[in-house]
């Protein structure tokens, strides 16, 4: 005998907990199921253990897709806010880090300590270590086949996320299940993920690894991102990288303004008038990190002159190399460190306004699996608890 549930969640990660919570208050009898030993293994390692759990400024323009309206009515029915007053509701303390971003003050585990605290206050049935063996359609709903017996429901819920950190958990099942019920599923990609250098560049680089520098990174489309950007023993990262990184496609360039508050050329030719005779590289160390600047100079074959002495070329040639520093990475580090995936579930196949499949009643897809991908800064985690409390109400 199959057990019967009025909703089935499959991923019990940031939006497949909020979905069964909320539904579970609608009075539905929930089950979530999970192939991993714990939930929400991506909400406790996120934010360096902190979790970004939202950012005090989303809106839809921090979201890529190939449909930008999309995610506008998730985003509006359940706000930051809303997610804000349920963290404050269970008293866990939190501070704006930067650009709106909230952290938790002490540990990622609370939120997660919360989420399970709503799941189990609205009567929600979770069942971790549970393979999904097969997906079915009935005459009223689903029927799901797994390791931990056969399960039936009238609205299932697809919450598996993307692939990115296979370590964790990530599988492609929420695409075949889309497939399956002949839904398109768009390519996908890594996003918010370092980029690695071409083997020539990343010999140099690399001895700048630890290395952090403020930097305006733009990419080809003209998306551009003012944060730290991070030399790695591997490549580029930091905020601005993994920002951009979204942005990029293989085989393009990708520009670096290295200080992008003041023009360097400027401050050289100012400090030229007082103290001609101080060499560039100890002029702009006062600016950049002296093991940066020593491997910029070599690197670009500047020399190192006096600053009363700089040339016209070598003005242009030093705007070039500190303010539009141009490179084109090698490729990512891949799904391996990346913090999310691009693509996913077509969003032509949904209806924004519920989450559902348009042509399979009762079939929901929410969070990462959805083409549907925020920036870095929470962004992600709030696309998650708004599809997924969206969907709730429709289950
Ligand atoms: P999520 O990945 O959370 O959950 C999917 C669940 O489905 C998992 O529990 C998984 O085990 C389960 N599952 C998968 N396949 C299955 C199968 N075959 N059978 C059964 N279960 C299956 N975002 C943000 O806003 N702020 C932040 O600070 C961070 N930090 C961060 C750090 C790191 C290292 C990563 C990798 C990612 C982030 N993110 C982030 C992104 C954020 O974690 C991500 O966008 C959300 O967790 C997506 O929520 P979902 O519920 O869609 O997927």
Not at 87 to 98: L, P
Not at 171 to 197: D, S
Not at 257 to 269: F, H, N, T
């Amino acid at each position: 005998m199959a057990e019967q549930a009025d909703v089935i969640v499959i991923g019990a990660g940031a939006a497949g907990l909020m979905c069964a919570a909320e539904a579970g208050k609608r009075g539905r009898r929930v089950l979530l199921l999970d192939h991993g030993k714990k939930a929400g293994r991506k909400i406790i390692i996120s934010g360096g253990g902190r979790c970004n759990f939202t950012n005090m400024y989303a809106e839809p323009s921090n979201y890529l897709s190939q449909n930008p309206h999309f995610c506008k009515a998730a985003l509006a029915q359940y706000t930051q806010w809303d997610f804000i007053a349920m963290v404050d509701q269970h008293g866990i303390a939190y501070h704006e880090k930067t650009l709106g971003q909230l952290f938790c003050d002490d540990s990622a585990h609370q939120i997660v300590d919360m989420l399970l605290k709503e799941c189990d206050d609205a009567g929600v049935e979770l069942k971790l270590r549970t393979e999904i063996l097969a997906v079915e359609k009935t005459d009223v709903g689903f029927q799901l086949k797994t390791s931990q017996g056969v399960f039936e429901c009238e609205s299932l819920v697809v919450a598996t996320g993307g692939l990115s950190m296979p370590k964790l958990g990530a599988t492609p099942l929420g695409y075949q299940i889309a497939e399956q019920f002949g839904l398109n599923v768009l390519p996908t990609r890594a996003g918010l993920v370092p980029f690695t250098l071409h083997p020539e560049q990343k010999e140099v680089l690399a001895e700048l690894a630890g290395i952090s520098v403020d930097s305006y990174a733009t990419a080809e489309d003209g998306t551009a991102f003012k944060e730290a950007m991070l030399f790695t023993h591997r490549g580029l990262s930091g905020p601005s990288v993994l920002q951009i990184s979204s942005f990029w496609q293989p085989g393009e360039p990708v520009t670096f303004d290295l200080s992008p508050d003041e023009s360097l050329v400027d401050w050289l030719l100012e400090q030229a008038n007082s103290q001609p005779q101080l060499t560039l590289k100890n002029a702009l160390s006062r600016k950049l990190p002296k093991r940066m600047v020593e491997t910029w100079l070599d690197m670009h074959q500047l020399g190192n002159p006096a600053i009363g002495q700089i040339s016209n070329k070598l003005k242009e040639k030093l705007q070039s190399v500190l303010h539009e520093w141009q490179i084109i990475p090698g490729g990512t580090e891949g799904y391996r460190t990346a913090e999310v995936t691009l693509g996913g579930v077509d969003t032509n196949e949904l209806s924004s306004k519920t989450m559902a499949a348009k042509n399979v009643p009762g079939l929901f897809f929410i969070g990462e699996v959805v083409d549907v991908t925020g920036w870095l800064g929470g962004y992600n985690f709030q696309w998650a608890w708004s599809s997924g409390w969206l969907a709730a109400q429709h289950v």
